[in-house]
């Protein structure tokens, strides 16, 4: 007789590993269906997807080093710190990530057996059923189940005669394993990787280029921030990003004539070279939904080819699911993660929410850009009325403390009601910051309410609430 749960989730990523574990915790016999190793040395399946194995934690490690390496260098000179010969150990950099990863990945498997989780290794794939239960094979044996959740996530978009060998053409997997620094990087594509990934060899000696397709820079944030983070990125630290390029070919060369990659590319009306030793490619993510048996049983994509469903992650199937990168919305972990919960919940009878005005961005360069909710560009083509604060962290004492002032908080609030409609964050920590604008949005708070929060002093917090009382025109320290 095939195996038969209550609850099948396909893919152990953020949205599915936890999609799996909170429907365990509500009574339902789960199994998760996991097909990758990412490269671990026994071959075993990892749990945790893009994002603990080759994604948000390995990124995040890796800048740290490089902003640890950095300051050594660079930033604590002001503070009356010098050190003569700091040297990076590249090597050990990326074995202390590799360590981060494994712990993470390892305490997935322990919360699966904490919470009664069957981790099923293989590729799961539809194979027939109906409302009454769904069949996927995994692995050549067919599992069956009354609920599917797909959390097949996404891999990286490649580009056409773009030939990625994660060796000296890398997408992030091979962009997070370098073994030394590359002298000349260069990346295509200026989003959430190429900054990040930017950042990190550019910190430790790289010369980095970046080349974006958009004449735009980060056109998805407040342009008050863009415009802020090219004057930090390109003027004070040297990232040599070129807007408006369009490639037209990466050459691979021998490293003996002196020339390893070559990327011809255009901009304006004149064709351009850039020679590097390494390159990154870094054009956004393509949901997976290959090889799933979408047309065996029917399960619709939309028109990127993702999973359609509804508000509350329903396909257009009975009783079968889907969340995080492979379906619509912003391809962010802890939004995967709320969307795997709200359907463990709904699939209880329980309520199940997921407010998807009040997911928060979050860049993770220094300085630091986050936000949430609407940027001043999208209220005014929505004819919204708003009334907008904004404070430097120069005026805030714990920022000065730091040494680090750069940037400011900007925040949005209907003219009529108060409500805050967005919060916009340049600046040290605004990672950690961002969170009290969520909470705000979340509970449907006015930039008043803000204002009348006592915030600790000293602390950045305080440029939040600074922000809150210049939307009134009435700040206190600025
Ligand atoms: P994934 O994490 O992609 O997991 C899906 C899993 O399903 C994979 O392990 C895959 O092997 C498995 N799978 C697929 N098909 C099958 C199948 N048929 N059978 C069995 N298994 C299958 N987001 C943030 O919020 N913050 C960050 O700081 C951040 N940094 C990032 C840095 C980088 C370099 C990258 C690449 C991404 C980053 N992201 C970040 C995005 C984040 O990683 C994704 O949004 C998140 O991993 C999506 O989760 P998911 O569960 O939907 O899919
Ligand atoms: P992205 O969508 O953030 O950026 C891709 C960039 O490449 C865009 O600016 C786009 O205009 C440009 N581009 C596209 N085609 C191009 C071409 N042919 N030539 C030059 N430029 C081109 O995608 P990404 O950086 O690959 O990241 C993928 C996703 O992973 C992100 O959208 C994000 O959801 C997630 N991510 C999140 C974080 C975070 O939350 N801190 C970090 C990394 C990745």
């Known amino acids: 007789m095939s195996k038969q749960f209550d609850v099948l989730v396909i893919g152990a990523g953020p949205g599915g590993y936890i999609a ?14 996991e097909s990758e190793a990412y490269n671990d040395p026994k071959g075993e399946v990892r749990l945790g997807g893009t994002c603990l194995n080759v994604g948000c934690i390995p990124s ?3 800048l740290q080093s490089s902003e640890h390496y950095d300051n050594a260098r660079h930033g604590f000179v002001m503070h009356g710190i010098t050190a003569d010969d700091v040297r990076i150990d590249v090597k050990t950099m990326v074995k202390r990530k590799d360590n981060i990863v494994t712990q993470l990945t390892s305490g997935i498997k322990g919360l699966f057996k904490k919470n009664k989780v069957t981790l099923l290794p293989g590729h799961g794939k539809f194979v027939g059923g109906g409302e009454d239960g769904w069949e996927v094979d995994v692995a050549g044996e067919v599992v069956t189940a009354k609920h599917v959740i797909v959390a097949t996530g996404s891999h990286p978009r490649h580009l056409d005669g773009v030939p990625v060998d994660n060796k000296l053409v890398c997408d992030n997997a091979g962009a997070l394993a370098f073994d030394a620094v590359p002298k000349r990087l260069g990346v295509i594509g200026a989003g959430v990787i190429g900054l990040e990934l930017g950042s990190v060899w550019k910190r430790l000696g790289a010369h980095v280029t970046i080349l974006e397709a958009l004449p735009d820079f980060l056109a998805a944030a407040d342009a008050a921030v863009a415009k802020e983070a090219w004057k930090v990125f390109t003027q004070k630290q040297g990232l040599d990003i070129r807007l408006g390029a369009n ?7 021998k490293k003996s ?28 993510r393509v949901p997976n939904t290959e090889g799933l048996g979408c047309e065996t049983v029917g399960l619709k994509l939309d028109e990127r080819g993702r999973v359609a469903v509804d508000e509350h992650c329903r396909s257009n199937l009975p009783n079968v699911w889907a969340v995080g990168d492979v379906v619509r919305g912003p391809m962010l972990a802890h939004k995967g993660m709320e969307e795997g919960v709200m359907v463990a919940e709904l699939i209880a009878g329980q309520a199940g929410h997921c407010n998807y005005d009040a997911v928060p961005w979050v860049i993770y360069t220094h300085p630091e850009i986050a936000w949430v909710g609407k940027t001043e560009q999208q209220l005014k083509s929505a004819g919204i009325a708003y009334r907008a604060g904004q404070i430097p962290f120069a005026a805030n004492g714990r920022a000065l403390g730091q040494g680090d002032t750069t940037g400011f908080v900007k ?13 916009h964050i340049i600046g040290t920590n605004a990672s950690e910051l961002i969170s009290e604008a969520v909470v ?16 600790a002093h000293p602390t950045l917090s305080e440029v939040m609430h600074e922000t809150a009382l210049a939307v009134d025109k009435r700040p206190l320290h600025f």
């Open 20 to 33: 799996a574990i909170r429907a365990a915790q509500l009574g339902f016999s789960t199994a998760c269906i």
């Open 60 to 62: 995040k490690a890796l």
């Open 247 to 253: 490639i037209t070919a990466v050459k691979v060369g």
């Open 257 to 284: 004539q002196g020339m390893q990659i070559r990327v011809e590319y255009e901009a304006g009306d004149e064709s351009h070279v850039l020679e590097c030793d390494k390159l990154i490619v870094s054009v956004g």
């Open 411 to 423: 925040m949005l609030a209907d003219a009529n009601t108060d409500r805050i409609l967005g919060v």
């Open 440 to 455: 705000a949005m979340e509970f449907q708070a006015s930039s008043e309410d803000i204002a009348r929060i006592v915030h």
